[in-house]
T-cell receptor, first 113, second 111 residues
């Protein structure tokens, strides 16, 4: 049930772009993206609902391909503050109108000056 | 809004002792989740509640783990007896219709 993320780690120079991918073998209700800095809690970035939408704020955006059960997170013109571990979370039905969120293993993003 | 509040922030206990972790969700959030994070296993969903009712506890590792939500503003995760392999960061999260808001976590060390 756990989604698969790739790559496991990325090292960038400030200003470079990155793409993080997430795929699932299950039919998804939604995909979430979170960023976690060392020693802190995961912080919500965005949610994408089934329907093949794309969202974004600032220079971070994401897409969700419902047919392929895949999502990608796009970070453009990276900043030092983007460093952290990025998790995708996939929501699947738990029965009825209840859904549970399962996280991938994370992608460690390091942005260097 | 104070966010999701967890206590304690750190807990060190001896093997065999009972441990109780506490969580206060954001007011108005219907769902509450307990996750455990380790380097090896990542973020694992243990159990979640909807309107104080446990919906899915399939992630609870053993009978030593139990969780309750007696009212909309309080939940506990109890481990009895604790073992060294329970050492991890335990997060509580709540949500309404959007994303999940995580508490700061409880770092549990069982020696």
């Amino acid at each position: 049930q756990q989604p698969v993320q790739s790559p496991q780690a990325v090292i960038l120079r400030e200003g470079e772009d990155a793409v993080i991918n997430c795929s699932s073998s299950k039919a998804l209700y939604s995909v979430h993206w979170y960023r976690q800095k060392h020693g802190e809690a995961p912080v919500f970035l965005m949610i994408l609902l089934k329907g093949g939408e794309q969202k974004g704020h600032d220079k971070i955006s994401a897409s969700f391909n419902e047919k392929k059960q895949q999502s990608s997170l796009y970070l453009t013109a990276s900043q030092l503050s983007y460093s952290g571990t990025y998790f995708c979370g996939t929501e699947i039905s738990s029965g009825g109108s209840n859904y549970k969120l399962t996280f991938g293993k994370g992608t460690l993003l390091t942005v260097n000056p | 809004d104070a966010g999701v509040i967890q206590s304690p922030r750190h807990e060190v206990t001896e093997m065999g002792q009972e441990v109780t972790l506490r969580c206060k969700p954001i007011s108005g959030h219907d769902y509450l989740f307990w996750y455990r994070q380790t380097m090896m296993r990542g973020l694992e969903l243990l159990i979640y509640f909807n309107n104080n009712v446990p919906i899915d506890d399939s992630g609870m590792p053993e009978d030593r783990f139990s969780a309750k939500m007696p009212n909309a503003s309080f939940s506990t995760l109890k481990i009895q007896p604790s073992e060294p392999r329970d050492s991890a960061v335990y997060f509580c999260a709540s949500r309404d219709r959007g994303g999940y808001t995580f508490g700061s976590g409880t770092r549990l060390t069982v020696v």
